[in-house]
């Protein structure tokens, strides 16, 4: 695997979630760049034992609901 998508949501609280699509990984921080630093470290974690990917992307959701 050369890449893993993270979703990331942003939380009413005004932090972040990334959940790992595929993959059985989900962190949260307070901002953009703690996530970031959590998102790396949850990965190198859950691959401990075997190859991470190359690359990890954090994919921004936002859902917008207009009245």
Do not use: K
């Amino acid at each position: 695997m050369n890449e893993l998508v993270f979703e990331v949501t942003q939380e009413a609280d005004g932090g972040f979630a990334a959940e790992a699509l595929g993959e059985s990984i989900i962190t949260e921080a307070d901002t953009w760049d703690e996530l970031r630093a959590n998102v790396r470290e949850a990965v190198a974690a859950f691959y401990f034992d075997r190859p991470a990917p190359e690359r990890l992307r954090l994919h921004l959701v936002r859902d917008e609901i207009l009245a």
